[in-house]
C-alpha cells in the first residue's frame, strides 16, 4: 500500500551491526520484525521503560538487541529453541557487548517457566514465536508479569491471511485461523484490554485491566 511504503521511507536506516543482522536474516530467510513494527515496538519501550523484558522467540537476537538500543537499562531475558538461531543470537548478542544485559535461553518456551520464574518478574512481554501456540505463551507468562506489565504480541494479521486466507497454502491458512482464534479471545479476554494495531505485520498490545 502506498501509505505503507509512505511511512517506511520515513524511518531512519540501519547502520552498522544492525543493518550487517537485516541482511543476514534476508539471506537466511530467518523473519525478523518488519521495519516499521520494530521502530514502533521501540516506542513502546521508550515510553513503557520497562526495567525488565521477557521475549518469547530470540531468532537471531535482532529485536532483542532494539528493545536493548530503546531502553539501555533494561535487562532482557529471552528463549530460542532453534539451536542454529540460539548461536547465531548468541554470536551477535556477544558481538555487540550486550550479554550482560540479554540472557539467552535455549529450549521451548513451554518447558522453561520455571528457569524464567528464577530470573523475577517482568514489566514487558514480547510474543513472537510459534504463531499456533500464542494462547499457551500468553496463559503461561502472563502472571509473571508485575502490576504495570504490558503485553506485545506480532504478527497478528500475519501477512494479511487472518482477514483473507484465500491467497494462502495449506499450511499458512491454518497458521492464519490459529491467529484469528487467538485475536478473538485475546479482544474478548475480560481480564484485559486489547488493541490490535495494524502496524508491521500486526501488532497486539495488551494490558490487564
Not at 535461553?105 to 517482568?122: I, M, P, R
Amino acid at each position: 500500500m502506498e501509505q505503507d511504503a509512505y511511512v517506511q521511507s520515513l524511518l531512519p536506516p540501519s547502520t552498522g551491526q544492525l543493518a550487517n543482522m537485516e541482511v543476514y536474516a534476508e539471506e537466511k530467510n530467518i523473519p525478523i520484525m518488519e521495519p516499521a513494527g520494530i521502530h514502533f515496538l521501540m516506542q513502546l519501550i521508550r515510553m513503557h521503560k520497562p526495567e525488565r523484558i521477557l521475549e518469547i522467540g530470540t531468532a537471531i537476537g535482532y529485536s532483542a538487541l532494539r528493545m536493548l538500543e530503546a531502553s539501555p537499562e533494561s535487562n532482557i531475558v529471552s528463549i530460542e529453541r532453534d539451536e542454529n538461531r540460539y548461536r547465531d543470537a548468541q554470536h551477535f548478542i556477544n558481538k555487540h557487548g550486550a550479554e550482560d544485559r540479554i540472557k539467552l535461553l535455549f529450549g521451548d518456551a513451554l518447558e522453561l517457566k520455571e528457569e524464567v520464574k528464577k530470573e523475577g518478574s517482568y514489566d514487558f512481554l514480547f510474543i513472537d514465536a510459534a504463531k499456533g501456540k500464542y494462547e499457551e505463551f500468553f496463559h503461561l507468562y502472563e502472571p509473571l508479569l508485575s502490576e504495570r506489565g504490558v503485553i506485545i504480541s506480532d504478527n497478528v494479521l500475519f501477512k494479511g491471511y487472518v482477514v483473507d486466507e484465500s491467497q494462502a497454502d495449506k499450511r499458512m491458512a491454518k497458521i492464519a485461523r490459529k491467529i484469528r482464534r487467538f485475536n478473538h479471545w485475546l479482544i474478548q479476554n475480560p481480564d484485559y484490554h486489547t488493541t490490535i494495531v495494524p502496524i508491521g505485520d500486526g501488532v497486539a498490545i495488551t494490558i490487564k485491566k
